[in-house]
């Protein structure tokens, strides 16, 4: 079994998610006693944060990059950045390990082939629903890509940085996701990919209209794959 690298902490309530389902998938798979490999870095999310808010993404890069150096020196055979927004400094993570950076945008892109679906709606942080790092990545599968109006976007981005990532879960918070997530049908998403980790503990199936591609499940269900040479990664 190779050994999975975490880059963790952004926030801890999401990380704690993908060693959950990491380990219940490797048990799944092997049976008995069975858990996985796992190093983990996790980061001081008030330090990540301060760096979003300034947009000092080159400090954020050397963060992360620090992080995951320390996860290939623990024995890490593939990284994971636990996080859909901090992979828009993914670029100079990979270029400081020596191991691969398993992208989470990748993972939604082959999971989203094996759905058959085309044309997908994305919610997360403001960067990952405006910027290319992102949405640009998802593009460059073959995939068409759709995103709230400006007035949802700000609205998803609030929840998630004044509620989710604090750990706060409101009921009127899941009731206006429900309704985004209804204009992006209307836009003729056939699925919406939760392009922020900590969505997943707001919108549960049932909340949506339409299916949903629930991000750090897929990230961490690929990482087990990589785990158990099942996929090989880039």
């Given at each position: 079994?190779?050994?999975?690298?975490?880059?963790?902490?952004?926030?801890?309530?999401s990380t704690v998610e993908y060693?959950?389902?990491?380990?219940?998938?490797?048990?799944?798979?092997?049976?008995?006693?069975?858990?996985?490999?796992?190093?983990?870095?996790?980061?001081?999310?008030?330090?990540?944060?301060?760096?979003?808010?300034?947009?000092?993404?080159?400090?954020?890069?050397?963060?992360?990059?620090?992080?995951?150096?320390?996860?290939?020196?623990?024995?890490?055979?593939?990284?994971?950045?636990?996080?859909?927004?901090?992979?828009?400094?993914?670029?100079?993570?990979?270029?400081?390990?020596?191991?691969?950076?398993?992208?989470?945008?990748?993972?939604?892109?082959?999971?989203?082939?094996?759905?058959?679906?085309?044309?997908?709606?994305?919610?997360?942080?403001?960067?990952?629903?405006?910027?290319?790092?992102?949405?640009?990545?998802?593009?460059?599968?073959?995939?068409?890509?759709?995103?709230?109006?400006?007035?949802?976007?700000?609205?998803?981005?609030?929840?998630?940085?004044?509620?989710?990532?604090?750990?706060?879960?409101?009921?009127?918070?899941?009731?206006?996701?429900?309704?985004?997530?209804?204009?992006?049908a209307d836009q003729g998403a056939?699925?919406?990919?939760?392009?922020?980790?900590?969505?997943?503990?707001?919108?549960?199936?049932?909340?949506?209209p339409l299916p949903v591609l629930?991000?750090?499940?897929?990230?961490?269900?690929?990482?087990?794959?990589?785990?158990?040479?099942?996929?090989?990664?880039?």
């Amino acid at each position: 079994m190779k050994t999975i690298g975490l880059v963790g902490g952004m926030s801890w309530h999401s990380t704690v998610e993908y060693y959950r389902v990491i380990n219940e998938l490797v048990a799944e798979r092997q049976g008995g006693h069975a858990s996985a490999r796992v190093t983990l870095q996790s980061l001081d999310f008030a330090e990540v944060r301060a760096c979003q808010v300034k947009g000092d993404w080159a400090r954020a890069g050397r963060l992360l990059a620090d992080a995951a150096q320390s996860c290939e020196r623990s024995g890490a055979d593939v990284v994971l950045i636990c996080t859909n927004l901090m992979h828009r400094v993914a670029d100079d993570v990979q270029a400081a390990i020596d191991v691969p950076l398993l992208h989470i945008a990748d993972a939604i892109a082959d999971r989203a082939r094996d759905e058959g679906w085309s044309r997908l709606g994305v919610l997360g942080a403001r960067w990952v629903m405006e910027e290319d790092f992102y949405v640009g990545r998802l593009a460059g599968h073959g995939l068409d890509v759709v995103v709230p109006g400006p007035d949802d976007r700000t609205e998803v981005d609030r929840v998630i940085f004044e509620e989710l990532t604090r750990g706060i879960v409101r009921e009127e918070s899941r009731a206006a996701y429900a309704g985004i997530l209804g204009r992006l049908a209307d836009q003729g998403a056939e699925a919406v990919v939760l392009g922020c980790t900590e969505i997943e503990l707001l919108v549960r199936p049932e909340d949506a209209p339409l299916p949903v591609l629930a991000s750090m499940r897929t990230h961490a269900e690929a990482a087990v794959a990589v785990a158990l040479g099942d996929r090989v990664a880039a």
